[in-house]
């Protein structure tokens, strides 16, 4: 919406000082910075209002495994969908501050919107009949893989051809996969998988959400030179015009990001639910595939493979063999059995998810 000021200087005769002014909303990264600022204050206006309705409406919170660690019986009666929190910030912020014209934004939003219904749903049904299982799994993936595979298609038309449907390989600057239209079902496995990864490390209190704000940040940076001429032949990465706009969407995250987690941190006053991060994980994959950025997502969100790598070894090792790999999956969980405390877990992986998103980071220049 600010965007259009850039019009109003630029029509309306009269306004001396004031174009000058009103031309910085020209930038990206003024408007990046605006939307983070207007996320943040977002969320910490609402956020109390919003956490005692969730409360008064959910009554016993969201329901709390028996068969999980102990430490988690005392956060029974903490409200869920979070999430709703860091989406309202998001959705009100990115309207404000990004380019209403731009499809890229419109895209990513309609992947973050659409997965973070199918996690509300989820979480809904999960509170309502106080139950660990929201509806069957197999459904919420058709649903997830329909909308994913609707925005890959419309980023591929966006894109121009072959390149639109390729696959960059990092580290090199002329390994590019031309994949064809099958790039359609890997796009789409990518948000799916990336919404899901998020979902399974959304375990302990802020756990998930800052390392979603790191690789926001960072997804944020490489849309921005991805979507620049002069910077992406200088760092010899793909221009894939209009995406910049992406960083200004990055910004809204980082904002509601920091808003959430000042009622995330420990003790959590809620719980940002399948609502949040199905809905954050979506959106990150779908910018990793709007920027051309497939694998560097794997470096960046490596903490969330290694979440989902987690739980697909241990179901597979003790359906073949009868024994468990891990002591509880996903990954926190077995280092809570071995011990650790909730803080000692949560800043470690914290400090891993800054390790990758550098070296993901690294990508840019290493080529």
């Known amino acids: 919406m600010f965007y259009w000021l850039i019009d109003l200087s630029n029509t309306v005769p009269g306004l001396g000082i004031f174009r000058s002014f009103l ?26 209002w919003i956490i005692d309705h969730l409360r008064l409406r959910q009554g016993k919170g969201q329901p709390i495994r028996t068969d999980g660690p102990q430490s988690h019986l005392v956060k029974k009666g903490t409200p869920t969908m979070g999430g709703l929190m860091i989406l309202s910030g998001l959705l009100v912020s990115t309207v404000l501050w990004a380019n209403p014209l ?49 925005a890959t298609y419309a980023l591929v038309r966006l894109g121009r051809d072959p390149f639109s449907t390729s696959l960059v390989i990092p580290f090199f ?18 948000m799916v998988g990336a ?3 998020v979902n399974l490390t959304d375990g302990l209190d802020g756990l998930a959400i800052v390392p979603v704000m790191i690789a926001a940040a960072s997804f ?10 002069v910077f992406s032949d200088y760092l010899q990465i793909n ?25 995330n941190a420990p003790p959590a006053s809620i719980f940002m639910g399948d609502t949040g991060s199905l809905a ?18 794997a470096v960046i969100g490596g903490l969330f493979v290694l979440e989902a790598v987690s739980v697909i070894v241990q179901v597979a090792s003790f359906k073949l063999t009868g024994k468990r790999v891990f002591r509880m999956a996903p990954l926190h969980h ?20 800054v390790m990758l998103a550098l070296a993901g980071l690294s990508t840019l220049k290493l080529r």
């Open 220 to 229: 944020g940076m490489i849309a921005y030179l991805a979507g620049n001429a």
């Open 280 to 297: 954050l994980g979506g959106m990150l994959g779908s910018i990793a595939v709007a920027v051309k950025h497939e694998i560097v997502l």
């Open 195 to 197: 919404g899901n990864a």
């Open 23 to 48: 031309n910085v909303f020209r930038y990206i990264t003024f408007r990046t910075g605006g939307a983070m600022v207007t996320g943040a204050l977002f969320v910490f206006m609402f956020g109390p």
């Open 334 to 353: 077995h280092f809570e059995q071995k011990g650790w405390t909730e803080p000692q877990i949560v800043i470690r992986f914290w400090i891993i998810s």
């Open 102 to 150: 731009n499809p890229y934004v419109w895209i990513v939003l309609a992947v973050t919107l659409g997965f973070g219904f199918v996690g509300f749903y989820d979480d809904y049904l999960k509170v309502t009949k106080q139950t660990h299982s929201g509806f069957a799994g197999r459904v919420r993936l058709l649903i997830e893989a329909v909308i994913a595979l609707a």
């Open 173 to 190: 600057k002329d390994i590019v996969l031309n994949f064809g239209w099958f790039f359609v079902l890997f796009g789409a496995f990518i």
């Open 239 to 263: 221009y894939v015009a209009g995406t910049g706009e992406l960083a200004v969407l990055c910004g809204a995250v980082l904002g509601a990001g920091l808003g959430f987690l000042w009622f």
